[in-house]
């Protein structure tokens, strides 16, 4: 992973770049939704993988299993929970 610039911003509860995607599942829990796609040249399980969690409006880009990009957004309602 390269970093173009040094951000230094973080969650609320910590996980800035560079987060592994251990350290991110121990401090929120198991994403809503989570996606990710292998490469021929992969090393690990999945190079690129996006773990979002709607109900938060946070979602999470990982390369290598490292936090490479994260987003805020508005969280969305828990679908599942509707009576």
Known sequence: ???CRK???KTDKGISLGASRAEV???YGPPDRAAGEKTARAETS?????????TL????????????RFTLD???????SRP
Request: cysteine-free; charged content about 20%.
């Open 25 to 27: 599942v121990a401090v």
């Open 1 to 3: 992973m390269r970093l």
């Open 57 to 68: 409006g946070l979602s999470f880009a990982l390369f290598r299993d490292k936090v490479s």
């Open 7 to 9: 951000f230094q911003g």
């Open 74 to 80: 508005v969280p969305q309602p828990d679908l599942g």
């Open 46 to 54: 999945m190079d690129h993988a996006t773990l979002n969690y709607r």
